[in-house]
C-alpha cells in the first residue's frame, strides 16, 4: 500500500462516533509528535473537566512497554493517549492497564472481530496475534493530584514490510475486518468504551470487570512462562485476582505477579 494515501484523523468524525460522550473529551490532534504519553506526562494540560486526549499522526519515538519502541507509519495505526484524572482521595489504581485492554477489547467485538483475547497485562490480540499495545503511566506532583496517562496503539494497516519487535506476531485492522472504520470513528469508538469502562472502574474498582477479563484470558489454564528482571517463573495461568495480578499455580502452591517488569509467554 501506498502510505501516502492514508485517511488523517479529522476531530468532527471522532466527535459523530462518540455521539452525546463528545463533550466529554478535549480532543488535539498532531500531524507528528515524539510519543503522545510523553508529550502528556511533560505537559500535563490543565483541567476543565473533560478528559484530554492527545492522537498524533506518527510518532517519531513511540515508546512500548519494558522499554520497547512502539513504531509507526503514517496510516497504519492509531495512535492515541489520554489523561484520566483520579479522584483527590482515589487509591493507587490497581488492574487500570487491564481495563483499558477490556475497553478496546470491546470496541474491537462490537465491530465484528473476531477471536479477540487479552494477554495479561494489557496486549490485545486476535487468533494469537497482536492487535493493540497500551502503555499506562502514572502522573502526579506539583499539586495536581494522581492522574493516569493511558497511551494505546492499534494497528490498523501495517506496511508489508514492517520489521516488528514482538514475539507473538502482529496483525492488523484490515486483516480482521472487511470494511474497517476509519481512524476517526474507530478513536471514537474506543474513547465511549473507555468512559464506559473506566466509569465502573472509578466507581467499583477492577473486582467489577474480573469476570470480563477473565473470559477474554488468552492464556486461560495454559502452561505460561513469566519473565522477569532476575527470575523466571512457570505454572499454569489461573487467572486475574481482583487487583489484577496474575494467577500462577506452580509446583509451589498458587502465586501472584504484579504488573511490572515482567513478561508472559507461552511455556
Ligand atoms: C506495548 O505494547 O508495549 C505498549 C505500546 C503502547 C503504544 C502507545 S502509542 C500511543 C502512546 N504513545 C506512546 O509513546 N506509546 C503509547
Request: no cysteine; proline share 4%; aromatic share 6%.
Given at each position: 500500500m501506498d502510505h501516502s494515501?492514508?485517511?488523517?484523523?479529522?476531530?468532527?468524525?471522532?466527535?459523530?462516533?462518540?455521539?452525546?460522550?463528545?463533550?466529554?473529551?478535549?480532543?488535539?490532534?498532531?500531524?507528528e509528535c515524539d510519543s503522545t504519553n510523553s508529550r502528556l506526562l511533560d505537559n500535563p494540560p490543565p483541567g476543565d473537566g473533560r478528559v484530554h486526549v492527545l492522537a498524533a499522526e506518527r510518532q517519531t519515538a513511540g515508546r512500548g512497554r519494558r522499554g520497547r519502541a512502539w513504531q509507526s507509519w503514517?496510516?497504519?495505526?492509531?495512535?492515541?493517549?489520554?489523561?484520566?484524572?483520579?479522584?483527590?482521595?482515589?487509591?493507587?489504581?490497581?488492574?487500570?492497564?487491564?481495563?483499558v485492554g477490556l475497553a478496546?477489547?470491546?470496541?474491537?467485538?462490537?465491530l465484528g472481530?473476531?477471536?479477540?483475547?487479552?494477554?495479561w497485562p494489557n496486549d490485545v490480540l486476535i487468533q494469537g496475534k497482536k492487535l493493540a499495545g497500551i502503555l499506562v503511566e502514572l502522573s502526579s506532583g506539583r499539586g495536581r493530584g494522581l492522574?493516569?496517562?493511558?497511551?494505546?496503539?492499534?494497528n490498523l494497516r501495517m506496511p508489508a514490510d514492517a520489521a516488528v519487535d514482538s514475539p507473538m506476531g502482529v496483525t492488523d485492522l484490515a486483516s480482521c475486518l472487511a470494511s474497517p472504520p476509519s481512524p476517526s470513528r474507530l478513536l471514537g469508538l474506543v474513547?465511549?468504551?473507555?468512559?464506559?469502562?473506566?466509569?465502573?472502574?472509578?466507581?467499583?474498582g477492577f473486582a467489577a470487570l474480573r469476570g470480563a477479563w477473565q473470559q477474554r484470558n488468552?492464556?486461560?489454564?495454559?502452561?505460561?512462562?513469566?519473565?522477569?528482571?532476575?527470575?523466571?517463573?512457570?505454572?499454569t495461568c489461573v487467572g486475574v485476582d481482583d487487583d489484577g495480578a496474575l494467577l500462577l499455580q506452580t509446583a509451589e502452591?498458587?502465586?501472584?505477579?504484579?504488573?511490572?517488569?515482567v513478561s508472559l509467554r507461552l511455556a
Open positions: 494515501d492514508y485517511e488523517a484523523l479529522d476531530a468532527g468524525g471522532v466527535a459523530e462516533a462518540l455521539g452525546e460522550l463528545a463533550g466529554v473529551f478535549s480532543l488535539e490532534i498532531l500531524p503514517p496510516g497504519a495505526g492509531l495512535t492515541f493517549s489520554l489523561l484520566w484524572r483520579f479522584a483527590p482521595a482515589a487509591h493507587v489504581p490497581a488492574g487500570l492497564s487491564l481495563v478496546v477489547a470491546r470496541t474491537l467485538e462490537e472481530v473476531e477471536g479477540v483475547a487479552l494477554k492522574a493516569a496517562v493511558i497511551g494505546i496503539g492499534i474513547l465511549a468504551q473507555l468512559q464506559l469502562f473506566l466509569e465502573i472502574y472509578a466507581a467499583a488468552a492464556f486461560a489454564d495454559l502452561p505460561v512462562r513469566i519473565l522477569g528482571e532476575a527470575h523466571e517463573l512457570t505454572g502452591g498458587l502465586r501472584r505477579v504484579l504488573s511490572g517488569d
